[in-house]
């Protein structure tokens, strides 16, 4: 709450206007008077007496009257941003709420729910990225690997197969067929004779056999038996005689390739040149071969394409998507060619997996030419690496061999080594094992041969009838295909053997398409467009969010709930106005300018406003914003500008305008807006020349100020300036002040800072009252009006006048209009001179040639000439012309201030 005296800032300019209409009594009295012996008989002349005034410090001042209403500095009518029911409502009329405050909500149950799935949806499409953008594991590739393998047998076997429906079998064929026949039937024999053994006893060849078997069996025992036994005595001579012929030979490759290693020092020789260069002749011709069948298949692919274009143009999938693209064809475009099949007829088809084999065999023909390209390359490179030195490479690579060569020997050597040394325990145990497998094998002969010799089980009997009715369906397939291959093919087979190899044709090159995605990865495109489906994912949540935030009203500002337009369990629409909010502690006046008052408005200048349904007290206002939009009505252009009524600190700070809208530099207002101890002095010394000046000089809607004191000045007062401590007003540093106290702890008044003795005396001998008015014998009423906190602030709608200090003129030597004249181009006023002779009554004065600035009609500035407390003549010199005079014509008048 502000320590400044509103009452006592604004008192003075009540006065002023009183003094206004005083003024003008007397005016129009001395022209009466005028009038009066101007028209009497000249039987006397009549000498008026010269006025004396005193040139005076002051300020112009230039103020603008307006008009407008009070307004809340803020109001809004809230509303629900869908609709829905009730179901709360938190506030009530007149509460106070805060900005971000939840007043009311809707329910919101299914606004939750889809909150949640648009949550899910986004945590689904960011493990589908997730996926993209991770390695494939090895598990998926080999799947694909196998695709292919299992695709590439299908391929092969319908192209068998249609190869064999297109031509009579050959004879090798029909052999094969019959010999088919005659194997399945050699099987059914056997498993019939398999079925009879087992219903009569063996054979007395059978029980010989697995008597062989056992015998055998016992042979390969008794091998081991004596294998282990060997590993305790010395080695045979056959094996040393092996080991050392191992070392011979490993002895001879060292030797070669030591040979290889000098014979890169020597230059090759002429055949091996030859040789190189017949390499090379054979490259270019397969490169040549390659580029041949690159390019027909390239015009086959053409061919193929023009033919699918134009016999199916008519489909819309096919001209926007295939025929737009370029050859080469990709892997995604062949797959959307073959995704196509489905619901088409056979021709279209066959015409296109034609393109699609078209486009297969020029790539395969493509790679093959660049194959042929690298083997060329190759050539060349070998016959270069002839033809020039041999390379520290080369060298490194024989000096390799060598030591591969002597790694060889030196293992035979080893080896040898190894035999004649005594056997180790690892020899043993291998010999160990060899015993127990060949005593496992003699004890399955023995079983074999016990089972011949016992009664054979129901399961065997089974088994046998099983595997006799398979021998017989093998025979029964054999045969029928015989008869197939013998029988002509129609034309219906036919032609499902070729669809039956385009499918497979095309299940090899998806699966191909599909091992190439994954071994590649996922393509930038899909990848982009997953990220995409992510930002849809995350918008759909922010508009889920933003729907249930939207369900509940908040206050957009602090304020106070002027309206409750709803109730739990209403059924509201959206947009529906439920609350009406407003700032009632912060009150603005809207005012209506014309364009001839604008130009002289700018955002931060102070006024004093009134209004009609409050008597008696005027509050400080400051121009807040001015819009430059203009408003038409009936030919008057008009604009908007905003006043805001001020409050606490914001008041002092202006102290020093508002006392010069009021004619009031002394009192409060002049401590708290004065330049120390001059602006008492000053405001005094104004005097009636102030008060003259009152409402004269303007335009429309405008008017001159008075002269504010000497020493006063515009902006926020020196007390303004001073940093308080927290809970310290004004107000105690002015009652220290009256008190002849220490100031408070941590107050510092500004450097240059003093009361004048007249209001120090008037604060000691009153004090000061609550909120800082002047108390029993100040100016301030018992009301206590002067205390912000007692002025009710205005209401919506209120009419008021507002007065705005539109400039204030630096401090200047100020004279009234009427002692300024005008002689030969030059301006002056006229001074007391001594009288001449010894006759003190006799009048005498001299001109001082003087400089003049800006005039408000009641004042003019003195630039030069003459100092503050000269003494003026007014009426003593009649020559030249008045200044008056000189502001009639519009063109003639001094400027405006601004």
Not at 373 to 392: I, W
Request: glycine letters at 8%; aromatic letters at 2%.
């Amino acid at each position: 709450m502000s320590d400044v005296d509103i009452d006592l800032l604004i008192r003075g300019r009540r006065s002023r206007r009183r003094s206004l209409v005083l003024a003008a009594a007397v005016a129009i009295a001395a022209a009466a008077a005028a009038a009066f012996l101007l028209l009497q008989p000249d039987d006397a002349e009549v000498v008026a007496e010269p006025q004396q005034v005193e040139a005076v410090e002051g300020q112009l001042s230039t103020m603008l009257d307006l008009s407008g209403s009070a307004e809340a500095e803020r109001s809004a009518d809230l509303s629900f941003g869908a609709a829905g029911i009730v179901a709360s409502v938190a506030v009530e009329s007149g509460d106070a709420v805060r900005a971000g405050d939840a007043l009311a909500a809707l329910d919101d149950g299914d606004a939750r729910r889809r909150v949640e799935t648009a949550e899910v949806q986004l945590r689904l499409a960011q493990l589908r990225l997730d996926a993209l953008e991770a390695d494939p594991d090895a598990s998926a590739i080999a799947s694909a690997r196998q695709s292919i393998e299992s695709s590439e047998a299908q391929v092969v076997n319908a192209e068998q197969a249609l190869a064999r429906l297109s031509a009579p079998p050959d004879a090798s064929a029909l052999a094969s067929a019959e010999q088919s026949v005659a194997n399945a039937l050699g099987q059914l024999s056997s498993a019939e004779e398999a079925l009879a053994r087992l219903s009569a006893p063996p054979e007395a060849s059978a029980l010989a056999s697995a008597e062989q078997a056992v015998a055998s069996a016992l042979v390969q025992l008794s091998n081991a038996e004596q294998a282990l036994a060997r590993l305790s005595e010395p080695p045979e001579a056959s094996a040393l005689a092996s080991a050392e012929q191992s070392v011979a030979n490993a002895l001879g490759q060292l030797s070669s390739a030591e040979e290889a290693l000098a014979s890169l020092v020597a230059d090759p020789s002429e055949t091996e040149i030859a040789s190189a260069r017949s390499a090379v002749t054979q490259a270019q011709a397969q490169l040549s071969g390659a580029i041949t069948r690159a390019d027909d298949a390239w015009h086959a692919l053409e061919d193929a394409f023009e033919a699918y274009c134009e016999g199916y143009d008519h489909l819309p999938d096919v001209t926007e998507t295939t025929c737009a693209e370029t050859l080469p064809l990709s892997d995604a475009q062949i797959a959307v060619v073959r995704d196509s099949f489905e619901g088409r007829s056979n021709n279209y088809q066959r015409t296109a997996s034609t393109l699609i084999n078209a486009n297969v065999t020029f790539i395969s023909n493509d790679a093959a030419r660049q194959s042929a390209v690298t083997t060329l390359s190759s050539a060349e490179e070998r016959l270069a690496d002839l033809l020039a030195p041999a390379s520290a490479q080369d060298r490194y690579q024989a000096e390799q061999s060598v030591e591969a060569a002597r790694a060889n020997h030196s293992a035979a050597v080893a080896r040898l080594e190894d035999l004649t040394a005594e056997p180790s325990e690892e020899d043993r145990f291998q010999a160990q094992q060899s015993l127990e497998a060949a005593q496992a094998n003699h004890a399955a002969a023995a079983a074999r041969l016990a089972d011949l010799r016992a009664e054979p089980a129901e399961g065997d009997v089974y088994q046998a009838e099983q595997a006799v009715e398979a021998a017989r369906a093998n025979h029964a397939a054999a045969v029928a295909r015989l008869e197939e291959l013998r029988a002509p093919a129609d034309e219906g087979e036919i032609e499902q053997a070729r669809s039956s190899l385009e499918s497979a044709r095309a299940s090899l090159a998806s699966a191909q398409a599909r091992y190439d995605e994954l071994a590649a990865g996922a393509t930038a495109n899909a990848i982009a467009q997953q990220e995409q489906s992510v930002r849809l994912a995350e918008i759909s949540l922010e508009e889920a969010r933003t729907a249930l935030a939207e369900l509940t009203i908040r206050a957009p500002f602090d304020g106070i709930i002027e309206a409750v337009s709803v109730h739990p369990g209403d059924r509201v629409a959206a947009n529906f106005a439920a609350f009406s909010l407003s700032t009632t502690d912060r009150m603005v006046i809207a005012l209506t300018v014309t364009e001839a008052d604008l130009l002289a408005l700018e955002v931060g200048q102070v006024g004093l406003a009134s209004f009609d349904a409050i008597d008696d007290l005027e509050y400080p206002v400051r121009i807040a914003s001015i819009s430059r939009l203009p408003n038409a009505a009936q030919g008057v252009v008009t604009y908007d500008v905003e006043a805001r009524l001020l409050t606490g600190p914001e008041i002092a700070q202006a102290a020093s305008e508002i006392a010069v809208l009021g004619d009031q530099a002394d009192g409060l207002a002049a401590v708290l807006g004065g330049a120390g101890a001059g602006g008492f002095a000053g405001g005094a010394g104004a005097g009636a020349g102030a008060a003259d000046g009152a409402d004269a000089g303007g335009g429309t809607g405008a008017r001159g100020g008075g002269a504010a004191g000497a020493g006063g000045r515009a902006g926020g007062g020196l007390l303004s300036q001073i940093e308080l401590p927290e809970g310290m007003t004004i107000r105690d540093v002015l009652q220290a002040l009256a008190a002849g106290e220490p100031l408070p702890e941590g107050v510092t008044l500004p450097e240059g800072f003093e009361i004048p003795p007249q209001l120090l005396e008037r604060l000691a001998g009153g004090g000061l009252g609550p909120g800082g008015q002047q108390g029993a014998g100040g100016q301030q009423g018992a009301a206590g009006q002067g205390a912000l906190a007692t002025r009710p602030l205005p209401a919506p709608g209120m009419s008021a006048s507002v007065t705005i200090l539109t400039e204030l003129r630096e401090p200047a030597v100020l004279v009234p209009v009427a002692a300024v004249r005008q002689l030969d181009g030059e301006w002056f006023v006229t001074i007391p001179a001594p009288a001449p002779g010894d006759d003190p009554a006799a009048l005498a004065f001299e001109r001082v040639t003087v400089g003049i600035g800006e005039t408000d009609g009641t004042h003019v500035e003195i630039t030069s000439g003459l100092e503050a407390g000269a003494v003026l003549l007014i009426g003593a010199d009649s020559a030249g012309i008045a200044f008056s005079a000189t502001q009639r014509q519009p063109q003639q008048q001094l400027p405006a201030f601004g």
